[in-house]
Protein backbone atom coordinates (compact mmCIF):
# COMPACT_ATOMS: atom_id res chain seq x y z
CA UNK A 1 0.00 0.00 0.00
CA UNK A 2 1.44 3.31 -0.55
CA UNK A 3 -0.35 5.08 2.09
CA UNK A 4 -2.13 4.48 5.37
CA UNK A 5 -4.29 7.15 7.22
CA UNK A 6 -4.77 6.44 10.91
CA UNK A 7 -6.96 8.87 12.79
CA UNK A 8 -7.94 9.42 15.84
CA UNK A 9 -8.46 12.09 18.58
CA UNK A 10 -4.92 10.70 20.76
CA UNK A 11 -5.98 12.89 23.71
CA UNK A 12 -2.97 11.63 24.85
CA UNK A 13 -1.79 9.24 22.58
CA UNK A 14 -1.29 5.52 24.33
CA UNK A 15 0.55 2.70 24.58
CA UNK A 16 -1.71 1.22 22.61
CA UNK A 17 -2.16 3.76 19.61
CA UNK A 18 1.82 3.58 19.44
CA UNK A 19 1.57 -0.01 19.19
CA UNK A 20 -0.88 0.10 16.15
CA UNK A 21 1.51 3.36 14.84
CA UNK A 22 4.49 0.83 14.77
CA UNK A 23 2.86 -2.28 13.29
CA UNK A 24 0.86 -0.37 10.67
CA UNK A 25 3.87 1.44 9.16
CA UNK A 26 5.26 -1.78 8.24
CA UNK A 27 2.44 -2.33 6.12
CA UNK A 28 2.82 0.70 4.01
CA UNK A 29 4.90 3.23 2.34
CA UNK A 30 3.63 5.93 4.44
CA UNK A 31 1.93 6.06 7.40
CA UNK A 32 -0.33 9.54 8.31
CA UNK A 33 -1.10 9.82 11.44
CA UNK A 34 -4.07 12.84 11.34
CA UNK A 35 -5.44 14.05 14.80
CA UNK A 36 -8.83 15.17 14.43
CA UNK A 37 -9.28 18.80 15.42
CA UNK A 38 -12.38 18.17 17.79
CA UNK A 39 -12.74 20.87 20.80
CA UNK A 40 -15.96 19.94 21.45
CA UNK A 41 -14.91 17.03 22.99
CA UNK A 42 -13.33 19.19 25.77
CA UNK A 43 -9.86 17.68 24.86
CA UNK A 44 -6.98 17.58 27.90
CA UNK A 45 -4.61 18.55 25.12
CA UNK A 46 -4.74 20.86 22.25
CA UNK A 47 -4.50 20.11 18.95
CA UNK A 48 -0.41 21.76 19.00
CA UNK A 49 0.26 19.72 21.94
CA UNK A 50 -1.30 16.42 20.73
CA UNK A 51 0.96 16.54 16.95
CA UNK A 52 4.24 17.45 19.12
CA UNK A 53 3.51 14.36 21.13
CA UNK A 54 2.92 12.12 18.06
CA UNK A 55 6.08 13.69 16.33
CA UNK A 56 7.94 13.36 19.11
CA UNK A 57 7.35 9.38 19.75
CA UNK A 58 7.39 8.66 16.22
CA UNK A 59 10.70 9.82 15.30
CA UNK A 60 12.48 7.03 15.00
CA UNK A 61 9.87 5.53 12.43
CA UNK A 62 11.02 7.11 9.09
CA UNK A 63 7.63 7.07 6.90
CA UNK A 64 5.39 8.50 10.13
CA UNK A 65 4.01 11.64 9.38
CA UNK A 66 1.97 13.56 11.58
CA UNK A 67 -1.34 15.81 10.49
CA UNK A 68 -4.49 17.14 11.74
CA UNK A 69 -7.62 17.72 9.92
CA UNK A 70 -10.85 18.92 10.72
CA UNK A 71 -14.09 18.34 8.62
CA UNK A 72 -14.58 14.68 6.77
CA UNK A 73 -12.20 12.57 6.83
CA UNK A 74 -12.98 11.08 3.63
CA UNK A 75 -11.96 14.52 2.32
CA UNK A 76 -9.35 14.73 3.71
CA UNK A 77 -7.78 11.06 2.76
CA UNK A 78 -8.14 12.89 -0.36
CA UNK A 79 -6.40 15.51 -0.01
CA UNK A 80 -3.74 13.53 1.33
CA UNK A 81 -4.15 11.32 -2.36
CA UNK A 82 -4.75 7.87 0.02
CA UNK A 83 -7.95 5.68 -0.20
CA UNK A 84 -6.68 3.33 3.07
CA UNK A 85 -7.93 4.00 6.42
CA UNK A 86 -6.54 2.17 9.28
CA UNK A 87 -8.36 1.92 12.73
CA UNK A 88 -7.20 -0.50 16.04
CA UNK A 89 -9.99 -2.74 17.42
CA UNK A 90 -9.99 -3.32 21.09
CA UNK A 91 -12.85 -5.60 22.38
CA UNK A 92 -16.38 -6.18 20.98
CA UNK A 93 -17.51 -3.00 22.30
CA UNK A 94 -14.98 -1.18 19.87
CA UNK A 95 -16.70 -2.66 16.60
CA UNK A 96 -20.28 -1.57 16.50
CA UNK A 97 -18.71 1.77 16.61
CA UNK A 98 -16.35 1.03 14.24
CA UNK A 99 -18.52 -0.52 12.01
CA UNK A 100 -21.31 2.55 11.50
CA UNK A 101 -18.07 5.05 10.61
CA UNK A 102 -16.17 2.47 8.06
CA UNK A 103 -19.85 1.99 6.53
CA UNK A 104 -20.57 5.74 6.50
CA UNK A 105 -17.39 6.66 4.79
CA UNK A 106 -17.88 4.25 2.62
CA UNK A 107 -21.13 5.75 1.60
CA UNK A 108 -19.44 9.30 1.47
CA UNK A 109 -16.61 8.00 -0.80
CA UNK A 110 -16.77 4.35 -2.22
CA UNK A 111 -13.25 4.39 -2.85
CA UNK A 112 -11.51 4.74 0.62
CA UNK A 113 -11.07 1.32 2.19
CA UNK A 114 -11.34 0.72 6.37
CA UNK A 115 -8.87 -1.62 7.60
CA UNK A 116 -8.82 -3.04 10.94
CA UNK A 117 -5.72 -4.01 13.08
CA UNK A 118 -6.34 -6.08 16.30
CA UNK A 119 -5.47 -4.48 19.42
CA UNK A 120 -2.41 -6.84 21.58
CA UNK A 121 -3.94 -8.21 25.28
CA UNK A 122 -1.77 -5.83 26.95
CA UNK A 123 -3.21 -3.04 25.36
CA UNK A 124 -6.90 -4.56 25.14
CA UNK A 125 -8.63 -1.94 27.68
CA UNK A 126 -6.67 0.86 27.38
CA UNK A 127 -8.06 4.09 25.93
CA UNK A 128 -7.41 7.62 26.65
CA UNK A 129 -10.25 7.93 28.53
CA UNK A 130 -8.95 5.26 31.06
CA UNK A 131 -5.29 6.62 31.02
CA UNK A 132 -6.98 10.81 31.94
CA UNK A 133 -9.28 9.41 34.56
CA UNK A 134 -6.81 6.98 36.43
CA UNK A 135 -4.21 10.22 36.27
CA UNK A 136 -7.02 12.67 37.26
CA UNK A 137 -6.89 10.06 40.77
CA UNK A 138 -4.00 9.96 41.09
CA UNK A 139 -3.79 6.47 40.20
CA UNK A 140 -0.47 4.06 38.30
CA UNK A 141 -0.80 4.00 34.71
CA UNK A 142 3.00 3.96 34.08
CA UNK A 143 2.73 1.05 31.63
CA UNK A 144 0.02 2.67 29.41
CA UNK A 145 1.51 5.77 27.90
CA UNK A 146 5.36 6.75 27.10
CA UNK A 147 6.76 8.32 30.04
CA UNK A 148 7.23 11.37 27.64
CA UNK A 149 3.44 11.42 27.49
CA UNK A 150 3.05 10.74 31.52
CA UNK A 151 5.30 13.55 32.22
CA UNK A 152 3.08 16.00 30.05
CA UNK A 153 -0.33 14.80 31.98
CA UNK A 154 1.35 15.49 35.45
CA UNK A 155 1.94 19.01 33.57
CA UNK A 156 -1.53 19.61 32.81
CA UNK A 157 -3.00 18.21 35.95
CA UNK A 158 -0.56 20.25 37.99
CA UNK A 159 -1.22 23.03 36.54
CA UNK A 160 -5.24 22.74 36.40
CA UNK A 161 -4.78 22.52 40.53
CA UNK A 162 -2.54 25.36 40.52
CA UNK A 163 -0.14 23.62 42.05
P1 LIG B 1 -11.43 8.18 18.53
O1 LIG B 1 -11.82 9.26 19.48
O2 LIG B 1 -11.60 8.49 17.09
O3 LIG B 1 -11.90 6.78 18.92
P2 LIG B 1 -8.86 7.53 19.60
O4 LIG B 1 -7.70 8.39 19.67
O5 LIG B 1 -9.46 7.11 20.89
O6 LIG B 1 -9.85 8.18 18.61
O7 LIG B 1 -8.45 6.22 18.82
C1 LIG B 1 -7.95 6.26 17.52
C2 LIG B 1 -7.89 4.86 17.00
O8 LIG B 1 -7.01 4.09 17.81
C3 LIG B 1 -9.23 4.10 17.02
O9 LIG B 1 -9.26 3.25 15.89
C4 LIG B 1 -9.15 3.29 18.28
O10 LIG B 1 -9.94 2.13 18.20
C5 LIG B 1 -7.67 2.95 18.29
N1 LIG B 1 -7.21 2.63 19.62
C6 LIG B 1 -7.33 3.35 20.75
N2 LIG B 1 -6.82 2.70 21.82
C7 LIG B 1 -6.36 1.51 21.34
C8 LIG B 1 -5.74 0.36 21.95
N3 LIG B 1 -5.53 0.29 23.25
N4 LIG B 1 -5.39 -0.67 21.13
C9 LIG B 1 -5.65 -0.60 19.81
N5 LIG B 1 -6.25 0.43 19.19
C10 LIG B 1 -6.60 1.48 19.94
Same mark, same amino acid.
Given at each position: ?? +? &?? =??????????????????????? %???????????? !???? *???? #??? #??? !????? +???? &??????????? %??? #??? @??????? $??? /?????????????? @????????????? /?????????????? !??? /???? $? #? =?? $????? *???? !?????????? $??
Amino acid at each position: MK +S &VV =YPGSFDPPTNGHLDIIKRASQLT %DKLIVAVLNNQA !KMPM *FSLE #EKM #EML !KELTK +SIEN &VEVYSFDGLLV %DFC #EKV @NSNVVIR $GLR /ALTDFEYEFQIALT @NRTLNKNIETLFM /ATTTENLWLSSSVV !KEI /AMLN $G #E =YS $GMVPL *FVKN !KIEEKISKKR $GV
